[in-house]
């Protein structure tokens, strides 16, 4: 049997089934390097790191916030050209397909401005590295820990364990209080009859 012949149904499965098998390979590759690499800049917390500890320790690196953005992106260009290419085996006439997409872009833009707006404001917050994976920062009022990033939206984990999503066009305002230095203020009491150098040794 001619399995590569024209026409012949048996050629269009083994393509559909390379597509899928190569699809599944380059989805596991993804997903392995990007894990490898976010363990080398420190991107994954620790199993025993406390849930809505204090924070504050030092942010990731700029490349560990990309990561995961990066994954989201190229998962979604493998399946998208995965399934083009099953699709276009099945006999089905992928040209419209682009044509539409094209109109389709255009309606999202225009009936989903909030969207956009969030992507295009997250892509400068990353770019800018305002905030960093594992920074300890302060937006629209709720305070905590970064804990990650997607296309849309920043998760952050208060003082109490709550984790707060917030999407990218609400952010007003960034307080980031793990770069370079802080400064906290404390107020202790001593009593009044305790010598001064044991009360220094006592506060250190």
């Known amino acids: ?15 559909i089934a390379l597509a899928a098998i190569l699809c599944w390979l380059a989805y596991r590759s993804v997903c392995l390097f990007i894990d490898r690499r976010m ?10 790191e406390e849930v809505g500890g ?13 990561l995961p953005i990066l994954r989201y992106i190229l998962i979604a260009v493998i399946f998208s050209i995965a399934g083009m290419v099953i699709l276009s ?3 089905v006439d992928i040209g419209p397909l682009f044509a539409g997409a094209g109109v389709v ?14 992507l295009i404001t997250g892509l400068f917050i990353v770019v800018e590295d305002s905030m960093s994976v594992g920074d300890f920062v302060e937006i629209n009022g709720f305070m905590g820990t970064v804990e990650g990033f997607n296309l849309r939206t920043v998760r952050l984990r208060d003082l109490e ?3 707060h ?7 007003s305002s960034i307080h980031n209080m793990s770069r370079q230095f ?10 009044r009859e305790l010598p001064i150098d044991d009360a220094i040794l006592l506060m250190t």
């Open 1 to 15: 049997v001619d399995v590569g012949g024209e026409g012949n149904p048996w050629a269009s499965i083994l393509d």
């Open 39 to 48: 363990e080398e800049e420190g991107g994954v917390p620790e199993a025993d």
């Open 54 to 66: 204090e924070g504050g320790g030092a942010g990731a690196t700029r490349m560990a916030t990309l």
């Open 89 to 91: 085996r099945l006999g």
């Open 105 to 118: 872009g255009i309606a999202v833009g225009f009936g989903a401005q909030t969207l956009v707006q969030d």
């Open 161 to 163: 364990g709550v984790v």
């Open 165 to 171: 999503h917030i999407t990218f066009s609400k952010i």
């Open 182 to 191: 802080g400064i906290a203020l404390l107020k202790i009491r001593i009593p």
